[in-house]
């Protein structure tokens, strides 16, 4: 049965900060019991499955590394309404994906959560490494209240 | 005939390396045509090495979010082959329904979601879905079966967790299969719906064809339409070869326009994919399957890229139908805890899977501590660099009179059909804001 609100870390753990939404599930998951109503789920780099992640949910919270203009560890929380994609898709293939499309496609289908939320962190390096930078890990616990902030909400 | 026809579809970035198609024509001359892949190398096989044998197939599962149990289990396998560990039954048999439920996943998705378009003449599935909403909510639903098939059997929908060397660290119960094969058979009108949806506007696939080589698995005993066990086989010769020898088909070289390296067999280059398997293993589609094959007059033999998609349709049809088969043969022998006992030695293997997308080779190395020395990945769309170059080549001079447009969406179209991967190790977002 599913939970009315869903956390999901986005990104690849083997791109260094890429995979800071993933990283951030991990120390979350761990506080999973004293949060019985929200389920903690790293989808990865799993694309179109978000859809069904967040289907059914009241609301949604995502976590990703995102590209904002800002200094490398920067947090930002905003709703898909505050951005614009500024990404081009190819569209050749499924491997590459766009969070924002994808809440485009679910409100189209009738199946968006009535409220999202996206914790924006703007990377350092983006690299084949594992772990995170230094901008990033010195920020792990300031990222954390402000998503377990939003949980109290 | 347009005098001048320049096509430059042009995907580079940092780090989500797409491919870029470039065309140039004067007076109906062809001056220039490549499909030029700036691929990552490939730094995954640098990653795995100094792990240990438990950890490989983790890492490898993020190399992509699509086909991440495919990459889990060729990483399995390649480790288990190259220890000499033995599967039990209900591991082989829970393995390869784990399997199909990516392949029904990723095939519902890439036709619903990238082909469809194309053929309805769409630029993407948002503008699909507000005109043909049923069409688009099949494919939805199919795909969510296949996440919820997904996170049964691997432990979550992407990234799988049960698998590990010799065996799983989960067994489903025989209730939840139960429950797995109702929803099965519930999901075929569906898969019929999406099917005939696309015939519907079947007519908008290209004509085109060119004599090509297909490589994927080939099961001989007993005969069936594989993806996970079996030899390397080829349309081009009569016997197989085996899976620790694949470099003996893949003969990877570098070409001057791509970063990724290309592959060749018998000829200059070769396929794999949907289309490959068919036209390897055709003959052993279950029947509803075939079915489907039928109605797009799809036929063995058949050399025309753009039917990859509707080899994909057919195959999604096929693994559901095989998936019901498999839960049968379970459910009758009763299902049991196993227990995982493995001990590590030095030694060297390869795996091999079919991938969504087509054939994908792991291989390993591993000192007596069990910890990886070597490792050497092989990955389907590498495998079709070559090809869709020569399609290219033979495709533009025939379309060229139909002007820059025509050019580019039909190329762009050519290579949606191989079901690329050529980006998946990254997502991120980019925005901007605005409020």
Same mark, same amino acid.
């Given at each position: 049965?599913? @939970? ?99 809440? @485009? ?49 | 005939? !347009? ?6 579809? *042009?995907?580079? =970035?940092?780090?989500?390396? *797409? %491919? ?7 007076? %109906? ?58 599967? /039990? ?16 996943? /990723? ?11 194309? #053929? ?50 989960? +067994?489903? =119960? ?42 994927? &698995? ?7 339409? =594989?993806? $996970? ?29 791509? =970063? ?25 589609? #279950? !029947? ?24 994909? &349709? ?49 291989? $390993? ?41 025509? +050019? ?9 059909? $191989? ?17």
């Amino acid at each position: 049965m599913k @939970n009315p609100v869903v956390v999901l870390g986005l990104g690849n753990p083997l791109m260094a900060d890429e995979g800071i939404g993933v990283y951030l599930i991990e120390r979350l998951t761990k506080l999973a019991p004293e949060y019985p109503n929200v389920d903690f789920v790293d989808a990865g780099t799993g694309g179109l499955s978000v859809l069904h992640v967040i289907e059914g949910r009241r609301k949604a919270i995502v976590i990703d590394c995102a590209f904002m203009d800002e200094e490398p560890g920067v947090i930002r929380r905003f709703t898909p309404h505050d951005v614009r994609s500024a990404k081009v898709l190819a569209h050749q293939s499924l491997h590459e994906a766009d969070l924002l499309h994808i809440l @485009n496609l679910a409100k189209q289908l009738d199946q968006a959560p009535e409220q999202v939320v996206i914790f924006g962190i703007q990377p350092e390096q983006v690299v084949p490494s594992t772990g995170l930078s230094a901008a990033l890990l010195t920020r792990m616990n300031t990222y954390l209240s402000q998503i377990l902030c939003e949980l109290h909400a | 005939m !347009p005098k001048t026809v320049n096509v430059n579809v *042009h995907h580079v =970035t940092r780090i989500e390396g *797409h %491919g870029n198609i470039v065309v140039n024509a004067t007076n %109906g001359k062809v001056e220039k045509v490549q499909w030029q892949v700036p691929e990552a190398p490939r730094f995954f096989e640098a990653m795995v090495r100094g792990r240990s044998y438990q950890d490989i197939q983790t890492v490898v599962s993020r190399i992509c979010g699509i086909c991440s149990i495919t990459h889990s289990l060729t990483a399995t396998k390649a480790v288990e082959n190259a220890m000499g560990i033995e599967m /039990s039954e209900q591991t082989d048999k829970v393995r390869i329904l784990m399997h199909y439920s990516e392949q029904l996943q /990723s095939h519902v998705l890439h036709v619903g979601y990238l082909v469809a378009p194309d #053929l309805f003449g769409f630029p993407s599935v948002v503008p699909l879905a507000a005109k043909a909403p049923d069409v688009v909510k099949a494919v939805i639903r199919l795909h969510r079966l296949g996440n919820e098939w997904s996170d049964l059997l691997a432990g979550r929908t992407t990234h799988p967790v049960t698998l590990v060397p010799g065996g799983l660290t989960k +067994v489903p =119960t025989a209730q939840q299969l139960i429950e797995l094969r109702g929803r099965l058979e519930a999901c075929v009108p569906d898969l019929v719906a999406v099917a005939q949806a696309v015939l519907s506007v079947a007519g908008s696939i290209p004509a085109f064809t060119r004599e090509t080589e297909y490589i994927s &698995l080939r099961q001989d005993s007993p005969p069936a339409y =594989t993806f $996970y066990h079996g030899e390397i086989a080829s349309t081009d010769c009569d016997g197989t070869v085996a899976v620790n020898d694949w470099k003996t088909v893949t003969n990877e070289y570098v070409s001057d326009q791509s =970063t990724a390296k290309w592959t060749k067999w018998h000829r200059d280059s070769y396929a794999v994919g949907a289309l490959a398997r068919f036209n390897n293993n055709g003959q052993h589609l #279950l !029947p509803l399957a075939k079915d489907v094959a039928k109605m797009f007059g799809l036929q063995k033999g058949c050399c025309n890229p753009f039917m990859n998609s509707v080899a994909q &349709l057919a195959e999604a049809v096929h693994v559901v139908e095989a998936s019901k088969i498999l839960i049968d043969e379970l459910l009758t022998k009763g299902l049991k805890e196993e227990k995982v006992r493995v001990s590590p030695k030095a030694g060297k293997g390869s795996g091999c899977v079919e991938a969504p997308r087509g054939i994908l080779f792991h291989e $390993y190395e591993f000192d007596r501590r069990g910890n990886c020395v070597g490792a050497d990945i092989c990955i389907p769309t590498g495998q079709n660099h070559a090809n869709i170059q020569k399609d290219f080549e033979k495709f533009v001079p025939e379309i060229l009179s139909e002007g820059e447009d025509a +050019v580019r969406l039909k190329l762009e179209m050519l290579v949606r059909a $191989y079901d690329p991967c050529v980006s998946c190790s990254t997502h991120m977002l980019n925005v901007q804001f605005v409020r």
